[in-house]
């Protein structure tokens, strides 16, 4: 069994900055696409980031040049910088792995909350 512990949500300002982790409970190389997406009361959970077992990451434009998703191979753990947070990127805020050999099949994290508001 694949596990994913998210940390790292609170209540922010807008414009301010959050971090939040993502520690999986096997080696990351294992793993060929982590993500991150959210959910907003009343929403369908929506991609927030992603990045491949190469590397190679996409976001959606509502996101895009605020958030940066990032990977600590070392400490099998990825990351989502989030900066100038607005109200609307409110939500629970899920990790994701996408695993094709091995363990395969899809896993998610049990969430952590992102409030933005004044």
């Known amino acids: 069994q694949v596990q994913l512990v998210e940390s790292g949500g609170g209540l922010v300002q807008p414009g301010g900055s959050l971090r939040l982790s993502c520690a999986t409970s096997?080696?990351?190389?294992?793993?060929?696409?982590m993500g991150w997406y959210r959910q907003a009361p009343g929403k369908e959970r929506e991609l927030v980031a992603r990045?491949?077992?190469?590397?190679?990451?996409n976001y959606p434009d509502s996101v895009k040049g605020r958030f940066t998703i990032s990977r600590d191979n070392a400490k099998n753990t990825v990351y989502l910088q989030m900066n100038s947070l607005k109200p609307e990127d409110t939500a629970v805020y899920y990790c994701?792995?996408?695993?094709?050999?091995?363990?395969?099949?899809?896993?998610w994290g049990q969430g952590t909350q992102v409030t933005v508001s004044s």
């Open positions: 994701n792995a996408i695993i094709l050999l091995g363990f395969k099949g899809e896993y």
């Open positions: 096997l080696s990351i190389f294992s793993i060929n696409v």
């Open positions: 990045i491949t077992i190469g590397g190679s990451t």
